[in-house]
T-cell receptor
Framework: AQSVTQLDSHVSVSEGTPVLLRCNYS??????LFWYVQHPNKGLQLLLK??????LVKGINGFEAEFKKSETSFHLTKPSAHMSDAAEYFC????????????FGAGTRLFVKA | DTEVTQTPKHLVMGMTNKKSLKCEQH?????MYWYKQKAKKPPELMFV???????INESVPSRFSPECPNSSLLNLHLHALQPEDSALYLC?????????????FGSGTRLTVV
C-alpha cells in the first residue's frame, strides 16, 4: 500500500530564518513526488516535483526538496522564510499500480512571524 | 493560458436546488479532475476524466453528476445536496493521468448548502 506522512501538522518560523517541512512516504512502486502550496481560500499551486531524474529538485519561490530513497523522505526546504510563505503545504505521491494513484499528505500549516 | 478557471467562486444553495459548477482550461490537458476539500483537510478525489471519458468515480453519491462536454470544459451538476456537502470544490487538470504529471488547480468554488 502507498502512504504519505507529513511529520508536522504546524510549523512556525521567523521571517528570514530557514524553513523545513518534512514528508515521508511508503510505496511498493517507483513514486513521483510533489509539493503543493495552498493559500487561504485558494487552489493548490505546484511548487516542485521529483520524477526519477535529479534527486535535488528546485522549485518556485526559492523552495527546494531532496528525494532520499534510503530514508523514504522528500523534505521541503527554503533558506529564508518570507511572510508570503505562510500557507498550507501538501506533500503528494503518485504511483502506477496498474492504474495511476495519487495520495495527498494531511498537510502542514506554515506560520511565519515578523 | 496556464490557468484553470472555475465559476462561480461562491455558491449558496438549498437542499432542493439544482446548480452546476463549471471548470475550463485551455492548456491542452487531457485529464481533468474534481476534488472536494473540507476545512483543514487535504483534497479528496471525486471524479477523473481522461480524454473526455469518465475513468474514475470514487464512489461519489449520485447527487453529484459530472459532465465533460469537450476537452476544455468540465461541469459538476449538483442536486438535492446535504449540508455536509458544504466544502471547497476544486477542479484540476494535467497533461495526462500518468504519475509524472503535476496538477494545475483552479481557485475552487466555495459551496454552502443550507
Amino acid at each position: 500500500a502507498q502512504s504519505v506522512t507529513q511529520l508536522d501538522s504546524h510549523v512556525s518560523v521567523s521571517e528570514g530564518t530557514p524553513v523545513l517541512l518534512r514528508c515521508n512516504y511508503s510505496s511498493s512502486y517507483s513514486p513521483s513526488l510533489f509539493w503543493y502550496v495552498q493559500h487561504p481560500n485558494k487552489g493548490l499551486q505546484l511548487l516542485l516535483k521529483y520524477t526519477s531524474a535529479a534527486t535535488l529538485v528546485k522549485g518556485i519561490n526559492g523552495f527546494e526538496a531532496e528525494f532520499k530513497k534510503s530514508e523514504t523522505s522528500f523534505h521541503l526546504t527554503k533558506p529564508s522564510a518570507h511572510m508570503s510563505d505562510a500557507a498550507e503545504y501538501f506533500c503528494v505521491v503518485s504511483v502506477n499500480t496498474g492504474g495511476f494513484k495519487t495520495i495527498f499528505g494531511a498537510g502542514t500549516r506554515l506560520f511565519v512571524k515578523a | 493560458d496556464t490557468e484553470v478557471t472555475q465559476t462561480p467562486k461562491h455558491l449558496v444553495m438549498g437542499m432542493t436546488n439544482k446548480k452546476s459548477l463549471k471548470c475550463e482550461q485551455h492548456m491542452g490537458h487531457r485529464a481533468m479532475y474534481w476534488y472536494k476539500q473540507k476545512a483543514k483537510k487535504p483534497p479528496e478525489l471525486m471524479f477523473v476524466y481522461s480524454y473526455e471519458k469518465l475513468s474514475i468515480n470514487e464512489s461519489v453519491p449520485s447527487r453529484f453528476s459530472p459532465e465533460c462536454p469537450n476537452s476544455s470544459l468540465l461541469n459538476l451538476h449538483l442536486h438535492a445536496l446535504q449540508p455536509e456537502d458544504s466544502a471547497l470544490y476544486l477542479c484540476a487538470s494535467r497533461t495526462g493521468v500518468e504519475k509524472d504529471y503535476g496538477y494545475t488547480f483552479g481557485s475552487g468554488t466555495r459551496l454552502t448548502v443550507v
